[in-house]
């Protein structure tokens, strides 16, 4: 099995007919993902031709998803439309919605997270400035590689695109789930406890990689919700043992103030919920292969 993403997911793109867009539908239809068609208002009635494959470009979300049943939208809208975007995904109320722009100003970001919240959370988030999510030899959605690992039965959840890449690579042998890249931003909209909840209920998950990094608590709370809800083994890894004190990371959510949000004290919380914690991404992989050896 896998979380959020599977092969009957039908997946449209907000944003298909710009470069990035066009770029990365092209990687999608390649590593298997079922891509149904493109969002611009501008551009609906048309088609656009990509790996060989003719999709339809629609004026809205709504009559996209009335049209081919989709339940997944890529976002790749620049961020000063990024907002409208999302907002507009939500009130189709589309499934899943995966906010790939990097650069959105955080008070959008509440906007449209407020206003999925007041819709009952019929639209899941993932993202913003994430790398999407994988379930290998099922479906791709955003701008993962899938030529990197194979599918098995390890969770990852991830707020680091490049650090998800390489534990994917690292722990190609085992294969995994699921794999999703939740962003590094202040105010994302699925976060770790949301992805390690979805884990824990996966029957086919079997272990979980969580990667964090220095900044905020979301690494405590995970630490929290591990100990009191998730039976199956968790590793984890914290980007920024090696930050300079004081050094500004280049996310956005990866601020320390106060002494609080440290690597060593996430690490410590982790530890402290049975969590078993890496120094460096290859170190967690050790351990991760460490564990599947004793199971």
Same mark, same amino acid.
């Given at each position: 099995m896998s979380i959020f993403l599977d092969e009957n997911s039908k997946i449209i793109v907000q944003g298909l007919t710009g470069s990035e867009g066009t770029k990365h539908a092209g990687r999608m239809l390649a590593s298997g993902s079922n891509i149904v068609g493109g969002v611009n208002p501008r551009k609906a009635g048309t088609t656009v031709e990509i790996e060989g494959t003719s999709l339809p470009i629609f004026g809205s979300v709504a009559e996209a998803m009335s049209s081919t049943g989709a339940n997944v939208s890529v976002i790749f809208v620049p961020p000063a439309f990024a907002k409208g975007a999302v907002i507009e995904a939500i009130d189709a109320e589309i499934e899943l919605a995966i906010v790939i722009t990097e650069g959105i100003p955080i008070h959008d970001s509440a906007e449209f997270w407020a206003h999925a919240k007041s819709k009952g959370n019929a639209t899941r988030i993932i993202g913003p400035n994430c790398p999407g999510i994988i379930s290998p030899g099922k479906s791709n959605a955003g701008i993962i590689p899938s030529t990197i690992t194979t599918a098995g039965p390890? /969770? !990852?959840? *991830?707020? *680091?695109?490049? %650090? =998800?890449?390489?534990?994917?690579? $690292?722990?190609?042998? !085992?294969?995994? *789930? =699921?794999? +999703?890249? +939740? /962003?590094g931003d202040p105010i994302i909209g699925t976060t770790h406890i949301d992805a390690l909840a979805a884990f824990e209920a996966d029957p086919e998950t079997k272990a979980i990689v969580m990667i964090g990094e220095i900044g905020g608590d979301a690494e405590e709370r995970a630490a929290e919700f591990i100990q009191a809800n998730v039976t199956k083994p968790v590793v984890a890894y914290v980007a920024g043992f090696t930050a300079p004190e004081g050094k500004t990371m280049g996310h956005a959510g990866a601020i320390v103030s106060d002494g609080a949000g440290t @690597?060593? /004290?996430?690490? $410590?919380? %982790? $530890? @402290? @919920?049975g969590v078993r914690v890496g120094k460096?991404? *290859? $170190?967690t992989a050790s351990l991760m292969h460490e564990l599947f050896r004793e199971l």
């Open positions: 390890i /969770g !990852l959840v *991830s707020k *680091s695109g490049t %650090l =998800t890449y390489q534990m994917m690579f $690292e722990l190609r042998d !085992l294969g995994f *789930s =699921t794999a +999703i890249g +939740i /962003g @690597a060593q /004290g996430k690490k $410590e919380a %982790l $530890e @402290a @919920a460096t991404p *290859s $170190e």
